[in-house]
């Protein structure tokens, strides 16, 4: 045998046994993490350590996937995902790594997805086609003469999208200066100034440095042949030799040279900078042999600032360092480091910052950290590492691979992350030997490799470097001669003509697909039964096995709420369980959930069936371990039904912490964000999740905050009137998920604890309607734009099987080339439901009048839309693989509840999945005329820059200033 065994390794955290193995004539290692799960996975990881800031690591991991020896395709990667029943499929850039990781339940697919991942790696097409380097990297784009200069590029794009986060920002500017000098103070995603200094000889030079077997390591999980497994990688690796050089990512920490860094980033031209910016504090953790010490800070993380009430969080933000306050124990490479990140602060507030962490710290050692809040947080994080292990809402195998590379990588033990439990339980040991304290000693106050960033908000900044760089560009456009002007052009043209020109049926059937007779229309059952809880209210029941976890949701019938309360609502359900009710201060009740349950928390829950009826929800949800049933519930009603809104200071405290984290969604969902707000314009149930959710909230947030501020009260007013309206028992539903064992059991502790809430009719149903219709344009501090449109296609292009194949063409065609490939965006969205709501939307988008073009012209693409067999076949598949996904019990209890609200059956399932296999090209073009008519009646609604918005302006009814 050419892989020899050298290690064996009970892992029973995971229900595993790892076997790992070598390469005999490479060198290269395997683990194989054996068990029963059928959502098999494969992950193939490279070291591949940057050596400046072009993102060459990043770029390659874009253009491996464009084409191989065996699979010459432009995209294999997007021809076997339209064909996959894949449950995951992507590749991934770290600081030092790229991964290549996939996962499916289908045997057949899951060897599909390896072989073309293999090929992709090891014989990828970049060698002979620099065309992939220019479309995924970047390229000098000139069309015609009289056209601007420009840099296009997917990756370029992306960075640009990035690189407008403060928080990336922060990260970037630790990592270097941390560890200056080091493989780590680069960007290994890419500085889209530096990106275009990449060469073709450079690329294929790395490539062949970092992408051998010897540099290889691979993971496999799961119920699979592994001999089978081992021919496949034995084609690749026979005959590649061993490298001489390997690869050392080890590092050795000593002190920074600067002790204070400072920089700034781009807020909105004209936009107040005062108190926008960001400070933080960084030391060096620990290294990949320091295993227990890594878990340590990440319990000592959750203690100091898992919560508001946390000791170390609590003091900044009562000596109101910044708005806001963040920490991570955060995974550099080699080296791990702890951070301190205060946001919308002040740059002159550092040497307060710095001061107030040292005294906190200090007291902590001197006094001891109270023993109940290190148990609440060795407790917390034990339930999550728990129940991730039994969950099946994200592949397991692939999130396993990650872990293990975190010390494999460096030729460290791989199991040692896999062994979560023993490190738990030894910290647990520790707690009375003064552990932590002596942790923050080592780790923080004595700790000299240390750094401190400053990150002060520049209005405009982003808009002077893009004229910048246009100004470089045409004054090298205008220095070329003729001959190197054309040349430009002559090879712009060219990549267009590549991007449009189909591949062969040759290489299209070259890629492994499933075949119709491996497709199945059946369906899991997904239980729920129904008894009476209260008068006129449910309990709900959706058996399931959880491995001894109680999942309980609490469902308040709110159709009595008038739209206007949304906001409100929405705000509301972000302040349970954060602030101090009528038994429990603040710290406590954290203390508390912390303790005995996996988290409670609230949220609006809107539900709308195929008739157009609205059902809206307030949600408590809760979750504790079977033992702890009377504490889960207690602490629920403790919090729904005594909750305090007088502390002005701590829900300031909140209000600052919901506008970040939007704030950050704006930088990385921001398609989603505009793909809602333009369905809330046509859709009623879209314009109430807009209220509680998206920009709505946003700018509903932004005026409690101001009020906060104020002498007002009328807040705490406001939410003690809502909370009243709220308890009523008949508004009262409840969804326990778990044994049938339990069911009775829960359900009695559950009637005791609320059987005194008052009972009174609930007022009329109120009718919603949508937002008025207006195309928007949110200007914000970004390089690039999101393009986002809505429509009704409710009586106009029904919701069948036959859509949800036009979907995928959509997705994996159309809008994939037009957007993504040509157009040099980084992705885009497209949503049809079975309530009628269908949204379109691009990420990272250099463009918006050609976006809004592509998708005007997706009828035309419908209407000429003819399909061979085998194209059919893969969307067809494509199409089911959505519908196969594996889902955890939480999950699959709140799946079969949404779809009782949704009045959708089994059967109904089973008959999308007839209709999918049943479509054909006619039925899809067929489309077309329903298509043209919901596109034409879409909204718009964009977030983007300023420049190209104020240059566009035509485009829409109304523009305003995000933040």
């Keep these: 045998m050419v892989f020899k065994k050298i290690e064996t390794q009970n892992l029973p955290d995971i229900q595993s046994e790892g076997y790992l193995y070598e390469h005999e004539e490479t060198g290269a290692q395997v683990l194989y993490l054996a068990n029963d799960d059928t959502n098999k996975s494969f992950t193939i990881g490279f070291k591949t350590p940057p050596y400046n800031d072009n993102g060459i690591a990043h770029i390659l991991e874009h253009s491996v996937l464009n084409g191989s020896k065996k699979y010459p395709s432009k995209e294999p990667f997007v021809e076997l995902i339209k064909g996959s029943l894949n449950t995951f499929v992507n590749a991934m850039t770290f600081s030092d790594k790229t991964i290549y990781p996939v996962a499916s339940t289908n045997e057949k697919d899951f060897g599909h997805l390896m072989g073309v991942y293999l090929d992709a790696v ?38 640009k999208g990035a690189a407008a986060s403060p928080e990336h920002q922060v990260y970037d500017h630790i990592a270097a200066q941390l560890y200056p000098n080091t493989l780590y103070s680069h960007n290994s995603g890419g500085d889209p100034k530096v990106i275009p200094t990449l060469t073709q000889e450079e690329f294929i030079t790395f490539h062949q440095m970092y992408y051998h077997p010897s540099n290889s390591l691979t993971i496999v999980y799961g119920d699979l042949n592994i001999t089978d497994f081992f021919n496949r990688l034995e084609e690749y690796f026979t005959g590649m030799g061993k490298q001489e050089e390997t690869i050392d990512l080890s590092i050795e920490p000593s002190q920074p040279k600067e002790s204070v860094y400072t920089d700034t980033y781009s807020i909105t031209a004209g936009d107040d900078p005062t108190g926008k910016d960001y400070l933080a504090l960084a030391w060096h953790g620990a290294l990949p042999d320091e295993t227990l010490d890594i878990f340590g800070l990440e319990v000592l993380d959750e203690i100091l600032f898992g919560n508001n009430q946390s000791p170390l969080k609590k003091a900044l933000l009562d000596a109101h360092i910044g708005g806001d306050i963040d920490s991570d124990v955060s995974d550099i490479g080699y080296p791990t480091a702890f951070l301190i990140m205060a946001k919308y602060s002040s740059a002159d507030k550092m040497p307060q910052f710095k001061q107030v962490v040292e005294d906190t710290l200090t007291e902590l050692v001197e006094k001891g950290i109270n023993k109940d809040l290190i148990q609440a947080a060795l407790n917390k994080i034990t339930f999550q ?150 008068e006129d209210t449910s309990f709900y029941h959706a058996e399931q096995f959880t491995s001894g976890i109680d999942y309980i949701n609490l469902y308040f019938d709110i159709k009595d709420f008038k739209e206007e309360e949304y906001p409100l609502l929405g705000y509301f359900s972000h302040l349970l369980g954060k602030l101090a009710t009528e038994k429990y201060d603040e710290a406590d009740l954290q203390k508390e959930m912390d303790t005995h349950t996996g988290g409670i928390h609230g949220s609006v829950a809107v539900y709308e069936d195929q008739q157009g009826n609205i059902k809206p929800y307030f949600r408590l949800s809760g979750k504790a371990l079977s033992a702890s049933l009377e504490d889960l519930v207690g602490l629920m009603k403790e919090i729904i039904l005594h909750t305090q809104f007088d502390k002005k200071a701590e829900l300031l405290k909140i209000t600052q912490r919901l506008l970040s984290n939007f704030e950050q969604k704006i930088n990385f969902s921001s398609h989603a964000i505009v793909a809602n707000r333009a369905l809330s314009q046509v859709k009623p149930a879209a314009k109430l999740s807009e209220s509680v959710n998206g920009i709505d909230q946003f700018n509903y947030l932004k005026t409690v905050r101001d009020e906060l501020k104020s002498d007002s009260i009328e807040l705490n007013d406001r939410l003690t009137q809502l909370l009243t309206k709220l308890l009523n028992k008949r508004r009262l539903h409840v969804l326990y998920t778990g044994g049938a064992d339990r069911k009775e059991a829960v359900k009695d502790v559950l009637i005791s604890a609320f059987e005194s809430l008052p009972s009174e009719p609930l007022g009329e149903t109120v009718t919603y309607s949508a937002g008025p219709k207006q195309n928007e344009a949110y200007i914000t501090a970004q390089d690039v734009n999101y393009v986002g449109l809505g429509s009704d296609a409710t009586g106009t ?28 965006a980084y992705g885009s969205l497209y949503q049809h439901n079975r309530t009628g709501s269908l949204a379109l939307g691009s990420y990272r988008d250099p463009n918006i009048g050609k976006t809004l073009e592509v998708y005007k012209n997706m009828p035309t693409y419908v209407k000429e839309l003819k399909l061979s067999e085998s194209e059919l076949l893969k969307y067809i598949i494509g199409s089911l693989s959505p519908l196969e996904q594996p889902k955890s019990a939480e999950s699959k209890g709140l799946t079969a509840f949404n779809r009782l609200k949704r009045n959708i059956t089994k059967e109904d399932i089973v008959q999308l999945k007839e209709e999918i296999l049943a479509t054909d090209s006619d039925k899809l073009s067929s489309l077309h005329d329903g298509f043209r008519k919901v596109i034409d009646a879409g909204s718009v609604v964009v977030i983007g820059n300023k420049a190209q918005i104020e240059n566009e302006k035509d485009l829409f009814d109304k523009i305003y200033d995000l933040y």
């Design 385 to 534: 590492t728990r129940e991730a292990a039994i969950s099946e809402d994200n592949p397991r195998g692939v999130i396993y691979a990650i872990q293990t590379l975190n010390t494999w990588l460096y030729d460290k033990n791989p199991f040692d992350n896999l062994q979560f439990n023993h490190f738990l339980e030894e910290l647990a040991k520790k707690v009375d030997e003064g552990y932590f304290e002596e942790l923050i000693k080592r780790k923080l106050l004595n700790n000299n490799v240390f750094t401190q960033v400053i990150l002060k908000a520049e209005p405009g900044k982003s808009d002077k470097l893009e004229i910048e760089t246009l100004k470089k560009l045409q004054d090298y456009k205008g220095k070329i001669s003729d001959e190197e002007r054309q040349k430009i052009i002559k090879e712009t043209q060219a990549l267009i003509e590549r991007q449009g020109t189909p591949d062969s049926p040759e290489d299209l059937a070259k890629i492994p697909t499933l075949t119709r007779e491996d497709l199945t229309t059946d369906e899991q059952d997904y239980p729920i039964e129904e008894s009476a809880f209260g």
């Design 797 to 824: 292009l029904d919701y069948s099987g036959t859509s949800l194949v036009l979907s995928t063409a959509f997705r994996f065609d159309y809008l994939w080339n037009a957007i993504r490939v040509k157009g040099g």
């Design 122 to 159: 090891f014989q990828p097409k970049l060698y002979q086609d620099p065309q992939i380097l220019a479309q995924e990297g970047w390229h000098y784009h000139l069309e015609n003469e009289d056209d601007d200069l420009i840099y296009k590029g997917v990756v370029y794009n992306e960075m």
